[in-house]
């Protein structure tokens, strides 16, 4: 199964990737999570992309379908992917389908997360993760169940990614509604669009969009 989560940043789509990567043997691919290792590691890749990503705005098309192109070949897939973040504009989407056509394969289905750009803002502002096995959280969800210490792992370090400040937030909101909700219409046309209210919890957000993957309710 190839799936795109998608929807604006701060919807969560990170979060329910890994639950469905979890629950159904799918390989979450996050072209943010590739481009900020690339930036970490200080690679060509990495000092192209990382001044935009720190003002919010879009790396250059090419770069990103690249990096999908050469991730979708390492067949690594197991079941699938979960795309989490790709495509973000209408040249990705028509990418993605090329790229898929020209291995065999087809997108299964496209799952927007809708959140109002308010929720958001403090979604993202509140957000950190635990800086050794990057298990998420948020101030005012989800705090480490023992102070300071990440449940998963037990670390003691956390981090807050470079562009999770309220002036880049606006700028990404901003980017995603001018190039990336159009991509909503092109993926009803396709009749693959399947849309779930993300301004719930995790896990009913988690339940709606297992409905909608295996109900097929739209
Ligand atoms: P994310 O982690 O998905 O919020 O992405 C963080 C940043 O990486 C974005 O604000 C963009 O600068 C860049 N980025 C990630 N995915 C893409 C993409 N598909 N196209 C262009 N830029 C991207």
Redesign the pocket.
């Known amino acids: 199964m190839i799936l795109v989560l998608l929807g604006p940043?701060?919807a969560g789509?990170?979060t329910q990737a890994a639950l469905l990567e979890k629950e159904r043997s799918l390989v979450k691919l996050?072209?943010?999570?590739?481009?900020?290792a690339a930036v970490a590691a200080g690679t060509e890749l990495g000092r192209k992309?990382g001044d935009?990503?720190?003002?919010?705005?879009?790396?250059?098309?090419d770069?990103?379908i690249g990096l999908?192109a050469e991730r979708l070949d390492t067949g690594s897939g197991g079941n699938g992917f979960i795309l989490?973040?790709?495509?973000?504009?209408l040249a990705?989407a028509e990418a993605l389908d090329r790229l898929l056509k020209e291995r065999g394969q087809q997108l299964d289905a496209v799952v927007e997360m809708r959140v109002d750009d308010e929720a958001l803002v403090r979604r993202i502002t509140g957000r950190f993760s635990c800086g050794s096995c990057g298990e998420g959280y948020h101030e005012d969800f989800k705090m480490p169940k023992v102070p300071g210490a990440c449940d998963r792992c037990g670390s003691k370090e956390f981090v807050r990614?470079r562009?999770d400040n309220e002036e880049?937030v606006r700028?990404?909101l901003q980017?995603y509604h001018a190039?990336t909700e159009p991509l909503i219409a092109y993926y009803e046309r396709q009749g693959k669009l399947k849309t779930v209210d993300g301004m719930a919890d995790i896990k009913e957000v988690h339940q709606a969009i297992a409905r909608a993957l295996d109900g097929g309710v739209g």
């Open positions: 940043p701060g789509k990170g996050s072209t943010g999570d590739i481009l900020r992309a935009i990503m720190e003002r919010g705005q879009l790396v250059p098309d770069l990103v999908i989490d973040g790709f495509p973000r504009t990705q990614r562009d880049v700028q990404r980017a190039q």
